[in-house]
């Protein structure tokens, strides 16, 4: 089930966002600690939902400041009211059973008994869950905050122990995943604001992400978890494009977001979970190698690796950043205006690369993928990098040369790729290279596929360039991460509809105008 949390501060507002969660919810929360004068009477005479009346005093988190008598008070009231459930603290739930006048009441409220922790998730949460077992209340609620995704396990495990129906989750952004999958967990109960801005506690998702981008209604315990592993991923759109690739070509799978600090105990942690793949960012590309059981060749000779796929609980390293660069590459000098079907990518034509001079800014995971790719062509490859001892050991590794960004060379390059990020989103008008150094004829490829016309694509297109945008290496990164998954390849203007879709909503103006101009 669902809840979502009313946290308006005066009647009226309550009652219409009430009102409005009703649409969605399966339970509202009203916290009246969030009120001055909370009517109780009023507020559940118009409910529609079944409702949790809850009194958080400030010691837990909550808004209360008033006495303990005033704040329990509130809670025997909505008990007499016939509330369909109240939720009383750990420390508090004594004092409310003890009077013999609510005993008869609150047989048609159920109890809900909650501990609250803002620090942590402590190791001692059995132990926690054990006391409040013997509260005597009907439900028990265990709320932490996660300092690790790590902590997301320890809740995972106490509702393999518990016999009681349990609310559980983690709080904070490392915990964001255990609120979406509630259900996998065994949760009694998720909450999601109402809106962006409405939230009743940290990490909270909005109901609007938890049912359009998570689908949280059609999830279960079958449901298969792939997700990607990286920090930061906050600003990830992997969510939107796969979580819709899974509903759209039917497959009970959901896919969310790890921030991860240390990858080994991630990866050995989350095999309880029995992960089925995931992705792999920034800083893990590299480092994630040594917690797998094989490494395909090209990832390998790469030495980085961007997806994973669990396959009879032995997990598998891929590489799709190079191959999705090379395609991307290979249609704009091939001609191509727009991104092809995978049926049409698979037939491109790859010796065009052959004996093309080309110069890459950045020596990082991207640039390192990008440079085997090429290498593997039979182009010749110039690194550059700012770090030009990161630079030396890429291209000793490929087998190319390097050099510093001030070594560029206009007229001995046909193609540029920037593999820094550059001009990436907010810094929207930095640029990895002038303008004058551009030269008609030349491909320029950007990396970055936010904003989808960096300003390096929109010079270059200027002076007359092949231009290559990162959205098309993505779309197809994506796509062939997708089909390592589940065997089925999704169509790549499918994922870039969505990318472009996601794109638009956080973006700058001036993207939206390429959109439009791409239309
Ligand atoms: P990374 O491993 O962190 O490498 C970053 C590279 O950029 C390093 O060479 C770094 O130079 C350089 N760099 C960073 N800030 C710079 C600055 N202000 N000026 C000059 N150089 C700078 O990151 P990555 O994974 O390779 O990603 C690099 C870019 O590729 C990002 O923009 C990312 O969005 C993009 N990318 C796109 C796709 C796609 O599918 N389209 C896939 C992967 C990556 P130093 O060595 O000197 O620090």
Redesign the pocket.
């Given at each position: 089930m669902i809840c979502i949390p009313i946290v308006a501060n005066n009647l009226d507002d309550a009652v219409k966002d009430m009102t409005e969660a009703s649409r969605f919810a399966d339970i509202i929360e009203l916290r009246i600690d969030y009120m001055k004068h909370p009517d109780l009477k009023i507020l559940l005479e118009r409910r529609t939902k079944p409702v949790i009346v809850t009194n958080r005093p400030v010691r837990e988190g909550g808004k209360f400041e008033g006495s303990e008598d005033d704040r329990l008070s509130l809670l025997k009231l909505a008990i007499k009211l016939q509330a369909d459930y109240v939720d009383v603290e750990h420390d508090s739930i004594q004092r409310l059973r003890e009077d013999a006048a609510l005993s008869a009441a609150a047989g048609k409220t159920k109890l809900i008994v909650s501990y609250h922790n803002f620090q942590e998730t402590p190791a001692n949460v059995t132990e926690i869950y054990q006391k409040l077992s013997n509260s005597g209340a009907d439900i028990i609620k265990i709320i932490t905050f996660a300092t690790t995704i790590v902590d997301n396990i320890t809740i995972y495990r106490l509702f393999q122990q518990a016999k009681m129906p349990l609310i559980s989750f983690c709080m904070g952004e490392y915990g964001i995943i255990s609120r979406i999958l509630y259900k996998k967990f065994g949760s009694y109960v998720t909450f999601a604001s109402l809106q962006k801005g409405k939230e009743s506690a940290p990490g909270q998702v909005s109901i609007h992400e938890l049912l359009n981008v998570y689908r949280v209604k059609s999830l279960d315990k079958q449901t298969a978890i792939y997700g990607l592993i990286g920090n930061p991923v906050s600003h990830s759109i992997g969510p939107y494009i796969h979580n819709a690739l899974f509903m759209e070509l039917g497959f009970n799978a959901v896919y969310v977001s790890f921030k991860v600090d240390r990858v080994a105990d991630f990866i050995k942690e989350f095999k309880a979970l029995d992960t089925r793949g995931y992705s792999v960012?920034?800083?893990h590309?590299e480092s994630v190698m040594s917690c797998l059981d094989v490494i395909d060749p090209v990832s390998k000779s790469i030495g980085a690796v961007?997806t994973i796929v669990n396959r009879d609980g032995r997990l598998m390293g891929y590489n799709t950043?190079c191959e999705?660069?090379m395609k991307a590459l290979e249609c704009a000098i091939e001609g191509a205006s727009h991104v092809p079907s995978p049926s049409k990518t698979a037939t491109t034509n790859n010796t065009f690369l052959k004996g093309k001079t080309v110069t890459i800014?950045?020596?990082?995971?991207?640039?390192?993928?990008i440079a085997f790719g090429l290498k593997h062509r039979g182009a010749t490859v110039t690194i550059l990098?700012?770090?030009y001892e990161?630079?030396q050991l890429l291209a000793g590794d490929v087998g190319c040369l390097a050099g510093r960004?001030e070594d560029f060379q206009a007229g001995r390059t046909d193609v540029i790729i920037?593999?820094?990020?550059?001009g990436?989103f907010p810094a929207v008008d930095?640029t990895?290279i002038d303008r004058d150094k551009l030269k008609p004829g030349m491909v320029v490829f950007d990396?970055?596929?936010?904003p989808l016309e960096t300003r390096l694509l929109r010079e270059a297109r200027g002076q007359g360039c092949t231009v290559v945008g990162?959205?098309?290496?993505?779309a197809?990164?994506?796509a062939e991460q997708f089909q390592l998954w589940t065997g089925r390849m999704p169509s790549l203007e499918s994922i870039e509809i969505i990318a472009c879709e996601r794109l638009a909503n956080i973006q700058s103006r001036s993207d939206k105008h390429f959109l439009a101009r791409k239309s």
């Open positions: 960012t920034i800083p590309k961007n950043d999705a660069a800014l950045g020596a990082g995971g991207a640039a390192r993928a990098n700012r770090n990161r630079a960004p920037n593999a820094t990020p550059v990436m930095a990895p990396t970055i596929y936010n990162g959205l098309q290496m993505f197809r990164q994506a």
